[in-house]
């Protein structure tokens, strides 16, 4: 016998057994657990109960082991289920009273409840030990009822919970790397120009109010040692408002706030031909970390002593552009149509769209089209209802569930993607995810394209272990000083530094070199 055949008889052995054993209050317990945890409902809601009554390392942990199930469950549901097609147990030997009232039609390797309850366990105990350690019993319970009912082998359980506990580190690794970002300033050129306010006069500060932090950004440092400073406090749709008024009376222009709030404020300072000194107080503060300002102690000395640098930053034009002079030559896979990007003139007013046309959109960070903003979108229409934390699951779950692919041209060539990220700037870290940068000072795009096909949870795990400049039928990487894209279809949404907007039908991507002056240290 081969030892595929010994394998396949211990394995309906093991499940013969357990279907003679009697197994006490098993069939009271073990149908119904089973059926809570379809669809992930089990999961879910246990998360939705630690996002609510839990504190805030057990609701980042709840998010971190939602995104595990749902990374499993995407793998399963299309590679695992797909890939074996093994036929369901025979339910010969197991008492009618366990059996379920609908028997599953799908295939049976490997059990895709089994990896979903491991996935969540795991991703719940690596970040949050003791609830971990409470859900276990729960998740070993869920998939020991998948073969207690009849409806998998024991293999099919053993390799789901192996499958679930993968999904569980590989989310940690790729959430490690996410926030691998740290403040080291970078090589970008000094700006001689900046202004010294020694006692913070002609500073205004405007502050987000409703960002994640602002009350902990150190504002008092910034009373302290800049005391002729004007701070203006506003949150939501006034906040634009107030960055443009402040613009139009200041000799620089200050923000505190996320990601979100520097661009709002970068777009003034630029459009103004400001300064910008930029006080990290948001949830996330992926720019000033990469810039290397640790905080507001070190922005007030850079102000007060006149120190900054130059940083370009990214920006996306709609409407149709000129023909650009001669550059760099483009990536050979995005290459019809990339030598006609916008020029960039010598002095020419980063605040005009590429050519002069319509106005132009900024990112310091990043822009993307695709999974990310469809994801964003969701988020910010549930998070004022149940919260950020539930609001990033559901959202998770509903991309992963229902996204379909993008289909647009890309210099010149059709593409179907799942995802387009352009960075502002060379973005370390494997896949389409972004991680940090080194300098703010390239002139260069940092593309990344997850190509259509299949669904969209495999995909992206695929890319997210792929190489930084890597090309393979999942995943391409380049470096590129313009993108073109076109036939966009209507409605698209797309994201830049966390915020969203519904795109144009045609856009330009390049970058502004050197565009925007911001105080820091070294």
């Not at 010994?6 to 119904?32: C, I, N």
């Not at 949150?235 to 402040?246: I, S, Y």
């Not at 896979?333 to 003139?345: F, I, Q, V, W």
Request: net charge positive; charged share 20%; with cysteine.
């Amino acid at each position: 016998m081969t030892l595929r055949g010994t394998a396949a008889r211990w394995d309906r052995a093991l499940f013969d057994a357990v279907a003679r054993h009697h197994w006490p209050g098993g069939e009271r317990v073990l149908p119904r657990l089973g059926r809570a945890a379809n669809h992930g409902v089990l999961w879910g809601g246990t998360a939705l109960a630690i996002a609510a009554f839990g504190s805030a390392p057990a609701r980042k942990a709840a998010l971190r082991a939602s995104a595990s199930l749902a990374l499993a469950s995407a793998t399963i549901n299309t590679v695992g289920k797909w890939s074996v097609r093994r036929r369901r147990p025979l339910l010969d030997g197991v008492p009618a009273v366990r059996q379920l009232s609908r028997q599953p039609q799908t295939t049976s390797f490997p059990s895709g409840h089994s990896a979903s309850a491991f996935a969540f366990a795991t991703g719940l105990a690596l970040h949050a030990p003791a609830l971990g350690a409470a859900v276990a019993p729960v998740a070993a319970s869920v998939a020991f009822s998948r073969v207690y009912t009849g409806v998998h082998y024991p293999s099919d359980v053993a390799a789901g919970a192996a499958l679930g506990v993968v999904a569980g580190f590989a989310v940690r690794r790729i959430a490690q790397r996410m926030e691998g970002a740290r403040a080291v300033p970078g090589d970008e050129p000094e700006a001689v120009d900046a202004p010294a306010l020694p006692d913070g006069e002609g500073l205004v500060v405007v502050v987000n109010a409703g960002s994640g932090s602002a009350a902990e950004a150190g504002l008092d440092v910034l009373r302290e040692r800049l005391p002729k400073a004007e701070v203006v406090e506003c949150e939501g749709p006034e906040l634009r408002r107030e960055l443009t008024a402040a613009a139009g009376r200041a000799a620089v222009l200050g923000v505190c706030g996320g990601d979100g709030t520097v661009n709002a404020a970068a777009t003034a300072a630029l459009r103004a031909g400001l300064p910008l000194a930029v006080f990290p107080g948001g949830t996330l503060n992926h720019f000033a970390l990469d810039l290397g300002l640790a905080g507001a102690e070190e922005t007030c000395r850079a102000i007060a002593e006149g120190r900054a640098v130059k940083v370009g930053v990214g920006r996306f034009t709609p409407g149709p552009e000129p023909v650009a002079a001669p550059g760099p030559d483009p990536d050979p896979d995005l290459e019809p149509g990339a030598a006609h990007a916008p020029a960039r003139a010598a002095g020419a007013d980063p605040a005009a769209g590429a050519g002069g046309g319509a106005p132009a959109g900024y990112f310091l960070n990043t822009f993307s089209i695709g999974a990310y903003p469809e994801l964003l979108r969701h988020r910010l229409h549930w998070a004022p209802r149940i919260g950020g934390g539930p609001a990033m699951v559901l959202a998770a779950w509903r991309v992963l569930r229902t996204q379909r692919p993008v289909r647009l041209r890309l210099s010149g060539r059709p593409r179907s993607v799942w995802l387009l990220f352009a960075g502002n700037g060379t973005y370390h870290g494997t896949g389409p995810a972004p991680r940090r940068r080194d300098s703010l000072a390239e002139a260069l795009l940092d593309v990344r394209l997850v190509h259509g096909g299949g669904r969209p949870g495999p995909r992206l795990i695929a890319a997210a272990f792929a190489g930084p400049l890597s090309r393979s039928p999942v995943h391409t990487a380049t470096r590129l000083p313009h993108l073109r894209i076109d036939d966009v279809p209507p409605g698209t949404p797309l994201a830049y530094d966390g915020e969203y907007a519904r795109a144009a039908r045609s856009l330009v991507v390049d970058t502004v070199p050197h565009a925007l002056t911001v105080y820091r240290l070294g």
